[in-house]
């Protein structure tokens, strides 16, 4: 009686020239309560509460051809992002690895929480300490008794944002 659940798209978070033949993906699963009851997102659900990392798993890929570092990599890159949103960025960033490619790259990024929520911080400063991050600027809206989002760091780099601007960077 009901219509068939409707695909589920995810962003890819690895590039294929630094992990070959596998696919990472960041999935956050989401519950509410409803009428007393508990209730999980089911494709986020599925993959991280029913299957164990190694698992295999049925994808169908949906080319995003926007979504792509720029063609010339010597173009700055301003990568914003809010919890699972920076999945493609850290494939970006694999892939200018991979290329040898080093554009200047500035990270901004908002989830709730430091100690819980900072997705890939280990990758994140491996990148900055190597150069492939030149800067890594967040917010983590639930640390501090005044809620701090991306759009406040936006605010408070606002001259620093114009600079890149200026010299031709790209805003994802």
Not at 1 to 20: H, N
Not at 56 to 83: F, H, K, Q, S
Not at 109 to 131: A, C, K, S, V
Not at 140 to 164: C, I
């Amino acid at each position: 009686l009901l219509r068939p659940l409707a695909s589920r798209s995810y962003s890819i978070a690895s590039s294929q020239a630094s992990v070959d033949d596998q696919v990472h993906l960041t999935v956050a699963s989401l519950s509410s309560s409803v009428s007393g009851r508990e209730r999980h997102g089911v494709a986020s659900n599925f993959l991280n509460r029913h299957r164990a990392p190694g698992d295999e798993v049925r994808v169908c890929l949906d080319p995003n051809r926007r979504l792509r570092p720029p063609d010339d990599r010597d173009t700055p890159l301003i990568l914003i992002a809010a919890g699972t949103g920076v999945a493609p960025y850290r494939a970006f960033l694999q892939q200018l690895d991979a290329e040898g490619s080093a554009p200047p790259a500035w990270l901004i990024f908002g989830n709730p929480h430091l100690r819980t929520d900072f997705l890939y911080q280990r990758e994140w400063l491996e990148f900055r300490q190597r150069g492939l991050l030149s800067h890594i600027d967040c917010a983590f809206s639930r640390d501090q008794n005044e809620k701090r989002y991306v759009q406040h760091v936006l605010q408070e780099q606002g001259a620093r944002l114009d600079q890149w601007l200026g010299q031709g960077a790209r805003i994802y």
